[in-house]
């Protein structure tokens, strides 16, 4: 696990530095149209099973969106939005939208608990790795690796996308491997509690 964790952050880190930075005042005439759904700036999805794009690292971002484009993750409600958008477009978006500021969100009071334990130590039992060890443990995650922050995301987003690694409906990218690893690992139960607890992380 721990030669695999390094393969990705090494091999992320490489693709991130391939690419440009964006311009995020470029990027932000292309983002009017993605408020529809993500709301202003990214921070304020219509629905809680969207991501907030705010913040969360050009890296990431710019890598997410061409995955998206390309076909290779596959996003239904994202179909054809990306087709006019080049490679720089793409960057620029990803700047924009990650110096937007974060906002902030609740975890469930009951959850507490076991998802902080789950997010800063891992499940040793079941060999899930602590959370905490590659998006950090304020959530802020690893620019210049690509993880995403995670820090006030949408619980119902989080728990979206571990449950496609888990079952295999979300691919593609550097992470994908790693990921599909760690939640084949979790429980339904595991799921909800770290994503309620990382939407209160902030």
């Known amino acids: 696990m721990k030669k695999l964790i390094a393969g990705v952050v090494l091999g992320v880190s490489l693709t991130a530095l391939a690419h440009g930075a964006g311009d995020p005042a470029a990027g932000e005439q292309n983002a009017a149209t993605c408020a529809a759904c993500h709301g202003p700036g990214g921070a304020q999805p219509i629905m809680g099973n ?92 690893n ?13 119902d987003y989080v728990a979206k996308q ?9 691919g593609g990218g550097n992470n994908a491997q790693l990921m599909t690893d760690v939640a084949s690992r979790l429980t339904d139960a595991e799921i909800e509690a770290v994503a309620s607890y990382v939407s209160g992380l902030h």
């Open 143 to 155: 620019e210049p690796a690509g993880y995403p922050r995670l820090s006030g995301q949408n619980a």
């Open 50 to 141: 969207y991501p907030k794009l705010a913040g969360l690292g050009e890296a990431y971002l710019a890598a997410q969106l061409r995955l998206i484009k390309s076909g290779e993750r596959a996003v239904p409600e994202m179909t054809g939005q990306l087709d006019n958008f080049d490679e720089q477009d793409l960057q620029n978006l990803a700047a924009y939208f990650n110096q937007q500021p974060a906002g902030g969100g609740q975890a469930n009071p009951d959850l507490v608990t076991r998802g902080q334990a789950l997010y800063r130590g891992g499940n040793m039992a079941s060999g899930v790795p602590a959370c905490a060890a590659c998006h950090n443990p304020q959530g802020k995650g």
């Open 162 to 170: 571990l449950k496609a690694y888990r079952d295999g409906t979300r």
